[in-house]
């Protein structure tokens, strides 16, 4: 029988989170390297620079991304493109 510390069962709890956040951080990635034309670690950049302002982690902002590219189902992909640039570049001037 195995005995786990309570620092064993935290770390073990957060890695599914962690998990999650990269995973949805590498989507925004994609999502705006493909929406911009830029590579996904200028994605990363851009993303950098403006978590913090509204979004308190990478993780939020990338879900937030995510959310606004994808909800409705089936928008259209310019759309999708000036709400991402009015939250990056207008509202945020984060650059």
Known sequence: MSVQSSGDRT?????PRADADEAMV???????AVMF????????????AFA???FPTLADLAAHVVS??????GIDVDLVRERLTLLLFVDGAAL
């Open 37 to 48: 034309a830029i590579t996904p670690d200028e994605a990363l950049i851009l993303m950098q």
């Open 26 to 32: 590498e989507q925004a990635k994609g999502i705006l």
């Open 11 to 15: 770390t073990a709890a957060r890695a």
């Open 68 to 73: 606004v590219a994808t909800e409705p189902p």
């Open 52 to 54: 913090g302002q509204e």
